[in-house]
T-cell receptor, first 116, second 109 residues
Framework: NAGVTQTPKFRVLKTGQSMTLLCAQD?????MYWYRQDPGMGLRLIHY???????AKGEVPDGYNVSRLKKQNFLLGLESAAPSQTSVYFC???????????????FGPGTRLTVL | QKEVEQDPGPLSVPEGAIVSLNCTYS??????FMWYRQYSRKGPELLMY????GNKEDGRFTAQVDKSSKYISLFIRDSQPSDSATYLC?????????FGAGTTVTVRA
């Protein structure tokens, strides 16, 4: 059981470049989430998905897009990277069975992104 | 105003000391109160949670919630070097988690 995995682990982009971060989970979780973590800001929700084919905006969605074509995968895209998007990105997933299960999120190891 | 305010730290304590971590929150709808632990360069992992007001103990860890004052605490007894990590408080309600900025704790051997 790998849990939640993220690809890549590190990436450096130039302003204006695009990239896609991949999140995969093997726990058959319905819900998946993308967060960014910045010093002094805590974890902030970018987008989330409550099931295959669905996505919704979180707290800080601007500049990002997501897709959930398969239940086990959740992709985060940056179409035109900006220095303000330099951050550590975490993917998480959770069950849907009951409220506490939904709130118990399993996190991936993170992707460190630097935009120059 | 942030929805969750957490004492920023960092904290450095000798092995065996009691560690006290605190958060305040503003949303009275929060019902679950989670604590996540995050080791350096890793993702957060759920440490423990409480529901509504009261105390919950899990080994050396005790979580306290006072909903009347919107105050959350985590205590670590007999702290160990392996407890060195960043601790994130996370009050939750309506299927949504909010996170504090985290307090980094270092336990010196």
């Amino acid at each position: 059981n790998a849990g939640v995995t993220q690809t890549p682990k590190f990436r450096v982009l130039k302003t204006g470049q695009s990239m896609t971060l991949l999140c995969a989970q093997d726990m058959n979780h319905e819900y998946m989430y993308w967060y960014r973590q910045d010093p002094g800001m805590g974890l902030r929700l970018i987008h989330y998905s409550v099931g295959e084919g669905t996505t919704a905006k979180g707290e800080v969605p601007d500049g990002y897009n997501v897709s959930r074509l398969k239940k086990q995968n959740f992709l985060l895209g940056l179409e035109s990277a900006a220095p303000s998007q330099t951050s550590v990105y975490f993917c998480a997933s959770s069950y849907v069975a009951a409220r506490l299960s939904q709130l118990t999120q399993f996190f991936g190891p993170g992707t460190r992104l630097t935009v120059l | 105003q942030k929805e969750v305010e957490q004492d920023p730290g960092p904290l450095s304590v000798p092995e065996g000391a009691i560690v006290s971590l605190n958060c305040t929150y503003s949303n009275s709808a929060f019902q679950y109160f989670m604590w996540y632990r995050q080791y350096s360069r890793k993702g957060p992992e759920l440490l423990m949670y409480t529901y509504s007001s009261g105390n919950k103990e899990d080994g050396r860890f005790t979580a306290q919630v006072d909903k009347s004052s919107k105050y959350i605490s985590l205590f670590i007894r007999d702290s160990q070097p392996s407890d060195s990590a960043t601790y994130l408080c996370s009050p939750a309600g309506d299927y949504k988690l909010s996170f504090g900025a985290g307090t980094t704790v270092t336990v010196r051997a």
